[in-house]
Every structure is written in structure tokens, then in C-alpha cells.
């Protein structure tokens, strides 16, 4: 009894000294904040929603979380979503979560991705699905009812499962789902981190002095380690929440139970309603710490919080994350998803608002802003109510430590500090003078206010454009350039027009500025910037370079020469010794891309938009040099939709599907706005342009070392990444020995077919000679024959025995004969009714000669009149039946018949009723080049050789459709047809 009231005076004693530490503490920290809050005017991060452009599905947002392969999670009431930095996907119940309430993540060793919900149960996101836990039985049997907001959960390597719940305790669950009992519960909370094995428990236990005043405080004895340790107490809001969260800070362990920072040395003193805590990844020594009413930026300084800013303030941050570029995402949990790319982009607050006034110029005194907007100057940082209007519009520098204001009639000195001058458009100080420039060019000495009129572009303008001028600037040599959209002048005696040539370059010159290194800076509201020297040809600074907008409004160089131009699309950027342009948009946090003015001086560059004033360090933008970029991974290579295992960086594949597709992973979140990718098949090929990190290949062939980069939040493409070698097996036909063969089977199949053409014409020219001799030896033999001996011995013997008119009848046709023979004879081709008209005067000759002694026929389908046949074929055959057919023995009979045998043959018969003797008959079947018949049948040979046809041939029968005699069948070749 004694022990335990011991331990309760000295548990007591703890807390008294606590709680006085604390209140003074505190004291002290709200003393500093309010000293700061006075401070109206501040630069904070320039931290923006991007809830109105993502697609996450609510802005009750309980967490943040980034996996080990750098994707951004998201838990809200209406499921958990995932964010590749291009693809954005949101899992429900429909997916397989257990609760769409979803407060927390936890990623195990594995790289499985834990949901802790609503419900006590649990899910876990592997390999693009979600999978139940398998031992969720056990754990809904040990809830006993309890809802699972106050969880927590730890997976060790061989799946041994951590679990603690408010109400039940801390139980360990093997995975064949034996529960142990770590600690108990008492219906209270129950929290723990495993951290190298170190486990840290912490019970809540109602502090009953407080709760019976009506305060919702509770008392923390906290456990350090696996068994009863340090215990110490602290004050729990019960409305904040419980889950426990814990960073490594100073080589110190803290963590967050119930909106109070712990340590092991006790409570951190000077902030409550802390949510979320986190480390700055660049800034070590910095902690971040997300709050009920706000995002705060400090140091713990002795178990002290030592306030440095604040960001939004009123927002109740529930959850703070770093992406692999170091950019912030903060949840809120009812305005959704922050985000912050860069720290040192700050924008310019009035009191809880940031600016909102359009600044046209910026420019500093006694290290005081001030900025013009519209007719006004206002100052920053300095006097919050000061503001002088002026008639027209105003700009704004100084000499010295003197204000110089555009925009008064004339010129006033208002007091020592501030001069008003006369409007210009542009204005300038060079040593002891201001320039200014507006339709006139004015030269004002600041010592004694003497004003010089150098150019007055109201008189004697051939173009009114000429007498319009933006800019102005001081060469080392003391001439004054002068700018507008007629390009460059030098004032003089008279105006040089066409200064290094930009009227004829076509320059709407919008700011002129000269600088040592840089040579004489040229911005123009068309073509972007170009910069002249005396090393010939200017250096053109556009698209090529990365340049987002030809329309430049403004130009300021930094000591460390950094050159910048303001842009419609935002602060563009050029490092020294560098021709790359770097870009600062919406990408990087600016509320408005328009801007249109600078001022450079120290460690900042400051720049007014359309919407406010912002600035950035100087040296940031020169460690962006050595800044690593994102890398790109190959998420997955689909062939025709099945998955393919790319695990060793190559792969082979055999010809014949359609699609390869391949996803990339790109956790590029920096770039919102304006996201590009480019890819390349092999290194020496042109970069293709592709809207998504998504590659679509049709049906590709060889060798493929696939390359990707994407457009970073500077509009710069980055370095080429290798994602895979493909190889796609050439089919046969697309090898090149294929080709090759088939080539010179081409080649050798050409020969082949010239020199059977070459032999072809070589025998059909031989035919063809041969035909015509065997032409020429019929004509002689037709010209010769013995009956036209017989027909002048029978004209004789008519004229002997005084039978003249059988003479001249026998002779006219006789003459008829020959005529038709002699007509024909030249000719190699004769129409068959010719060849009829020939057949028959013969043997109407020879019938006369031998006195009726024998009967002729001649039969012919009257459509085969037409064609074309050999000459002189016919004939002898129909001779030879006069000569051995009519012996006198019986009346004879002689048929000639032609028949159409196929497409391009016809069939002749020459019958005779006389029997042929087989001497005869040998006779006419041996081949005899000496007589007619043996030349007839050599012309039949040589047209079936040319033709390559085996119709053309000579043949002897002894019968005819059943009657007896000599039948001579050819068939002979048609040459063509009569129109």
C-alpha cells in the first residue's frame, strides 16, 4: 500500500511539474506565434488543392500515404485510391474492400498494401487486386463488436500479424490464426509501433478530477518496450483521434497519441490538436506537423515545438506524405488533397489571404517590396496601409534609397523618399538617370530633376507603330536602345532604325535589358527571346529550347547569372552557360501563369502574376542542376492481352500476334498540367510523341531497345530511360537470306525464261522457215502437176474433132482455175470458200475431162466459209482420189467434207468409193517431201509444233460411215476468222 502511494505522490509529482513546464511553455510559444501573427504581411509555401483537378472521389480525406514504389494513396469515405502520377484508380467493396471507409494504410515488408477501415477486418492490395485476410474470422471473433477506427497493425516477414484494437488490447496472430494476448485492453485504447522490435503501448485511462469538471482530458500511461517500463502521462483529446504515429527526428523517437507529441523523454510542449507529424526529407531538422486548425512548420528544441510558419490555417490537416521528389501531399478532411512541389516557391499573404492584386512592377527600398497594380503602389512587408494612386498607369524603381512612381503629370518630388514621375510605359535607372519611354523618350537626372527630351516619336512617323515604344536600355558605350514592335533603335542626332537588324527579323520587342555575360537581351511579344553579341549570329531562344510562349513581358538577370523572362505561361528560366529553359507554372504552384513583372535582388527572385506577388530562391533553381529525376519503370507488357514476365529486362517473342502493348510507371506528380511522354523503338530512331505512358506497338518485327522520356513540371524533357529489349522472331519470309535466295531465284528464273524463249524463237523461226520452203516446193508442185498436161491434151482433142464450144467452155474454165490458183499461190493463208471455190472448178475440170465418169461432192458447214486456213493443204489429196478413184470400172464417186473439229482445227474428208490397194495406201501414209501429199503432211508436222497441238496430222481409213473405198482424213489448223 505504502509502494503504491509512493508511486502515486511520485506519479503525481511528475505530473505537477509537467503540466507547470507546459503552461510556460506554452506561454511562451503563444507569445512567439502571436508576435508572428502580427506580421501580416508573409511569404508562405505556395501549397495548392488539386482536388478540383483530380479524380479522387471525396474531400473527406483521412490520409495520405506513398508506397515503396512511389504511388500516392488516398483514404476517404468513399474507398481508397491509388495515383500512379498519370492514372488515377479508386478500389470499393465492389473491388474487394472490406469497408469503404478507409482511415488508414500500413505497407508491409512484402510490398502488400494494408486497408485499416471501419471495420476490424482486413484487406490487403497485391499485384493489382485485393485479397481478404485469411484469419479475419479470428480477428472479428476477438473485436467482440468494436469498430475498427482505432487500429493498428504490424505484418512480420513470416506473415505473423500484429494486431491492436481499441477495447480488446494488443494480439499477436500467427498464420495458421492462433491468437496470443499481448496485452489487455480494459475496454480502453490500445496502440503500437514496431519499430526494430521496439514496441510502444499506450493505455488511456480517464483522468477523473478533469472529467468531473466537465474537461474532456484524458491521462496517457506510456509503455516503452515489450514489458512495463517508463510511465508517463500526458493530456489526450479524445476528438482528435487515437492512431498512433511516429517519426525518427534527432535521432529521437516521437509520436503522436490523441493530438499530443510524445517522446521518451517525455511530452512535447507547444502545440495541441497535432493529427500528423512528418520530417522534412531535405530539411532534417525540420518537422511537420498537421493539426486541427492547420499545417505547421517547426523545430522541437528540447522536448519543446518551436514554431518557424504556418499554411493553411482553419484546415484541418489530417495527413502529411513526401513523393520521390521531395513534394509535399497533405489531406485535409474536408477540402481534400494539398499539394506543395517545391518549398521554396513561396507566395506573398496578407494576413490569412494571399494577394490578389495583378502587380505590374516590383522593386525594393530598405529592404521594404513595393509593386504597382493598375494606378496604385502598395508596400510589402513594410507599411500594410500604405498606398499612393497615381493618374495613369503605374510603374515602379528606385535610386539609391529613394521610391521613383510613374504616373504623375509631371515631375514631384513628394518627400525625400518617394519621387513621382511622368507616365512610361518603360523606365529605367542607369547610373544617376531614369529613362523613360513612351511615345517620347525622356532622360530625367536624379540629382538635380533636369529632364531631357531624347526622342519625341510624335513628329515626322511614317508609321504610327514606330512611334510606340515599350522599353529601354543603356548600352556600356552610352547609347540608348529603344523598343517596340518596329524592332530595336538607337537614339541619337536622328533615330537608328533597324538596330542589329530586328526590324528586318520582324521583332515586337516588349523589354530590352544588357548584361556583361549575356550580351544585349532582346524579349519580344512574337518570337520569343533573342539575345545579341559580337560573336555573329544572335542566339535564338524559342520552342527548340523548351520556350512554352513566344510572349515575353519582362527580363532580369541574377548576379549568379541566371536569366529569366516572364511569360503569359508562367517564369521561364535559362541557367548559365546553358540554352535550356526551365519553366515555373502552375505545375510549380503559381496561381495564374501571367507573368509581368520581376525584380531580382538577394537570395530571392520576385515576380508578380496576374493574381499576386511570389517569389523563389535563387539557390534552389541552381540546385535543380543536380536535382535526380524520376525514373521510369516498366509496369507491365501485354502480347495480344496475356502478361508477359519482363523480370530479366528482355524478352523474346514469336511472329504472328497483333498488339504489344507496354504500360510505363512515371511517378511524375510534379507535372499537372501539361503531361507528355516520347518513345523510341531503338537509340538512332526519331522520338514518337504519345499523350499517355502508354506504348501501342501493330504487329512489330526485329530487334527493338525501347527508350522512353517524359516532360517534366519545367517543360524539359528528361534523359532517355531504357525499358526493355524486345526480339520478334522474323517470320521466313521476312528474313533477309529469304530475300536473298528468292532474288536469286528471280535472277536465275529470268535466264532460265530467256533462253527457253530465246530456243523457242530460234524453232519457231526454223518452223516457220522451214514452212515457208515447204510453201514455196507446193507452189511448185501445185504449178506442175500432170492434170494440167491432161486438161491441154483435152482442149485438143475438142479442137481436133471440131468440139469448139466443149473446147472454149473447158478452157474458160481452166483459165478460172489457174486464176484462183495463181491469186492464192503468193499468199500463206487462204479463206476456206476460196479453198471450196478451187476443190471444186478441179473437179468440175477433171468430171468434163472424163466424161461423167464420176460424181463429186462437196459438203461445208456454211459459218466454217470465214476462216482462215494454210494454203494449198486440200488439193493434193483431192487429186490423188481423182487419179486412183476412178478406174472406170464402176462409176466413181468423190466426197470432200469439211467438218469444225475443236476451237482453232477443222476436219477435212476426201472419200472415194474405190478400194485402195496397200502399196497405195503405204504410199500415202509414208512421209515423201518429193511429191505434194509428202509436202502437205511436213506443213501439218511443223503447225502442230508451233501450235504444241497433236490435232494437225494426215490419216487413211477404208470406209466411210460404213461404205467401202479410200477415206483421206486431216485435220488442219484454223489462222483466224473473216470480220
Not at 20 to 35: G, H, K, N, P, R
Not at 655 to 680: A, C, E, I, P, T
Amino acid at each position: 500500500m505504502n509502494f503504491c502511494l509512493t508511486i502515486h505522490d511520485y506519479a503525481r509529482n511528475v505530473l505537477e511539474s509537467i503540466q507547470f513546464a507546459y503552461y510556460i511553455t506554452v506561454f511562451i510559444s503563444v507569445f512567439w506565434f502571436m508576435d508572428a501573427v502580427g506580421q501580416e504581411d508573409k511569404f508562405l509555401p505556395a501549397i495548392y488543392n488539386i482536388s478540383e483537378i483530380s479524380e479522387i472521389p471525396s474531400k473527406e480525406i483521412y490520409s495520405v500515404f506513398k508506397d515503396s514504389k512511389g504511388n500516392i494513396w488516398f483514404c476517404s469515405d468513399a474507398g481508397v485510391t491509388k495515383f500512379d502520377g498519370f492514372y488515377y484508380k479508386t478500389y470499393t467493396e465492389e473491388d474487394g474492400l472490406i469497408n469503404n471507409v478507409i482511415f488508414r494504410i500500413y505497407e508491409d515488408a512484402k510490398g502488400r498494401i494494408w486497408f485499416l477501415s471501419l471495420s476490424p477486418k482486413l484487406c490487403y492490395y497485391e499485384d493489382g487486386k485485393i485479397t481478404e485476410y485469411r484469419n479475419n474470422e479470428v480477428i472479428k471473433s476477438l473485436s467482440r463488436g468494436f469498430y475498427g477506427v482505432h487500429s493498428e497493425i504490424y505484418v512480420g516477414r513470416q506473415d505473423t500479424l500484429y494486431f491492436s484494437l481499441k477495447g480488446i488490447g494488443l494480439y499477436k496472430i500467427s498464420p495458421s490464426g492462433i491468437a496470443t494476448s499481448l496485452h489487455p485492453g480494459d475496454k480502453t485504447i490500445q496502440v503500437f509501433r514496431v519499430d526494430n522490435n521496439y514496441l510502444t503501448s499506450v493505455r488511456v485511462m480517464p483522468n477523473r478530477e478533469a472529467v468531473s469538471k466537465g474537461e474532456k482530458r484524458w491521462e496517457f500511461p506510456i509503455f516503452l518496450g515489450n514489458e512495463v517500463g517508463q510511465n508517463m502521462i500526458g493530456v489526450c483529446d479524445p476528438s482528435t483521434g487515437y492512431q498512433a504515429q511516429d517519426i525518427k527526428y534527432k535521432g529521437q523517437n516521437y509520436f503522436v497519441i490523441g493530438g499530443q507529441i510524445f517522446s521518451s523523454h517525455g511530452v512535447v510542449h507547444g502545440v495541441e490538436g497535432v493529427i500528423a507529424l512528418s520530417v522534412d526529407p531535405i530539411q532534417k531538422n525540420i518537422v511537420w506537423l498537421g493539426t486541427r486548425k492547420g499545417l505547421m512548420k517547426g523545430k522541437i528544441i528540447d522536448n519543446i515545438f518551436v514554431l518557424d510558419s504556418s499554411s493553411l490555417e482553419g484546415v484541418l490537416v489530417t495527413g502529411i506524405c513526401w513523393d520521390d521528389e521531395n513534394s509535399g501531399w497533405f489531406s485535409t478532411l474536408y477540402e481534400g488533397v494539398y499539394y506543395c512541389n517545391s518549398f521554396n516557391l513561396e507566395v506573398a499573404y496578407r494576413g490569412n489571404s494571399p494577394l490578389s492584386e495583378a502587380v505590374t512592377s516590383i522593386t525594393e527600398v530598405d529592404n521594404v517590396l513595393y509593386y504597382t497594380s493598375e494606378h496604385s503602389c502598395f508596400q510589402f512587408n513594410g507599411n500594410p496601409d500604405f498606398r499612393i494612386k497615381m493618374r495613369s498607369a503605374t510603374r515602379v524603381t528606385h535610386w539609391n534609397k529613394q521610391l521613383i512612381v510613374t504616373g504623375a503629370p509631371s515631375v514631384e518630388k513628394q518627400d525625400e523618399n518617394i519621387l513621382h514621375m511622368v507616365y512610361g510605359r518603360g523606365i529605367k535607372v542607369r547610373g544617376d538617370y531614369l529613362y523613360a519611354v513612351n511615345s517620347r523618350v525622356l532622360r530625367l537626372n536624379l540629382k538635380n530633376l533636369q529632364k531631357d527630351t531624347l526622342y519625341d516619336g510624335t513628329r515626322d512617323v511614317s508609321d504610327s507603330r514606330e512611334g510606340f515604344l515599350r522599353c529601354v536600355e543603356v548600352l556600356p558605350d552610352g547609347r540608348v536602345v529603344v523598343g517596340g514592335p518596329m524592332g530595336l533603335s538607337i537614339i541619337g542626332d536622328k533615330l537608328e532604325e533597324n538596330f542589329y537588324g530586328t526590324r528586318s527579323l520582324g521583332l515586337d520587342v516588349s523589354d530590352v535589358l544588357y548584361d556583361k555575360t549575356w550580351g544585349l537581351i532582346v524579349g519580344t511579344v512574337n518570337k520569343g527571346v533573342y539575345i545579341f553579341n559580337d560573336k555573329g549570329k544572335p542566339l535564338i531562344i524559342d520552342e527548340r529550347n523548351g520556350l512554352a510562349s513566344y510572349r515575353v513581358r519582362c527580363l532580369s538577370v541574377s548576379n549568379d547569372g541566371i536569366l529569366f523572362f516572364g511569360t503569359n505561361k508562367g517564369l521561364n528560366y535559362v541557367l548559365p552557360n546553358s540554352t535550356k529553359v526551365h519553366l515555373i507554372s502552375k505545375n510549380s504552384g503559381l496561381g495564374n501563369n501571367e507573368v509581368s513583372a520581376l525584380f531580382v535582388k538577394g537570395e530571392f527572385v520576385n515576380f508578380g502574376t496576374a493574381i499576386g506577388l511570389y517569389r523563389i530562391r535563387l539557390k534552389h533553381l541552381l540546385d535543380e542542376r543536380s536535382k535526380n529525376e524520376i525514373p521510369v519503370y516498366l509496369d507491365y507488357l501485354l502480347s495480344d492481352r496475356k502478361k508477359l514476365d519482363i523480370s530479366e529486362g528482355q524478352i523474346r517473342l514469336k511472329y504472328g500476334f497483333d498488339v504489344l502493348r507496354l504500360r510505363l510507371r512515371v511517378n511524375n506528380y510534379s507535372n499537372w498540367f501539361k503531361k507528355k511522354y516520347q518513345y523510341r523503338l531503338n537509340p538512332q530512331d526519331e522520338w514518337i510523341e504519345v499523350s499517355s505512358p502508354e506504348i501501342i506497338l501493330y504487329r512489330p518485327v526485329g530487334e527493338m531497345n525501347i527508350e522512353v522520356r517524359y516532360l517534366n513540371k519545367n517543360n524539359v524533357w528528361s534523359k532517355p530511360y531504357f525499358l526493355i529489349n524486345v526480339k520478334v522472331d522474323l517470320p521466313i519470309w521476312l528474313q533477309g537470306y529469304f530475300w536473298l535466295f528468292i532474288f536469286l531465284l528471280g535472277i536465275g528464273g529470268i535466264v532460265l525464261i530467256l533462253r527457253r524463249t530465246q530456243k523457242r524463237s530460234r524453232q519457231e523461226l526454223e518452223l516457220k522457215n522451214e514452212l515457208l520452203s515447204l510453201e514455196q516446193r507446193m507452189h511448185s508442185a501445185r504449178m506442175n502437176p500432170h492434170f494440167i498436161f491432161n486438161v491441154l491434151n483435152s482442149i485438143q482433142g475438142f479442137m481436133l474433132f471440131n468440139e469448139t464450144e466443149k473446147a472454149e467452155e473447158y478452157l474458160v474454165k481452166f483459165s478460172t482455175l489457174m486464176r484462183s490458183i495463181l491469186d492464192n499461190s503468193g499468199a500463206g493463208q487462204i479463206y476456206l470458200f476460196d479453198e471450196i471455190e478451187i476443190v471444186e472448178r478441179y473437179l468440175e475440170l477433171e468430171q468434163l475431162r472424163g466424161n461423167d465418169s464420176f460424181e463429186y461432192e462437196v459438203v461445208c458447214q456454211s459459218e466454217l466459209s470465214n476462216y482462215l486456213i494454210p494454203t494449198m493443204l486440200i488439193q493434193p489429196f483431192v487429186e490423188n482420189a481423182v487419179l486412183h478413184g476412178v478406174d472406170g470400172r464402176k462409176k466413181g464417186k468423190i466426197l470432200v467434207k469439211f467438218e469444225f473439229q475443236v476451237d482453232y482445227a477443222i476436219k477435212v474428208i476426201v472419200f472415194n468409193n474405190q478400194e485402195i490397194s496397200e502399196a497405195q495406201k503405204r504410199k500415202l501414209e509414208t512421209e515423201n517431201s518429193s511429191n505434194a501429199v509428202g509436202i502437205t503432211k511436213a506443213r501439218l508436222n511443223n503447225y502442230a509444233r508451233l501450235t504444241g497441238s497433236s490435232l494437225f496430222n494426215v490419216s487413211v481409213t477404208d470406209q466411210l460411215e460404213g461404205q467401202m473405198g479410200t477415206s483421206v482424213v486431216l485435220v488442219i489448223p484454223i489462222l483466224d476468222m473473216k470480220d
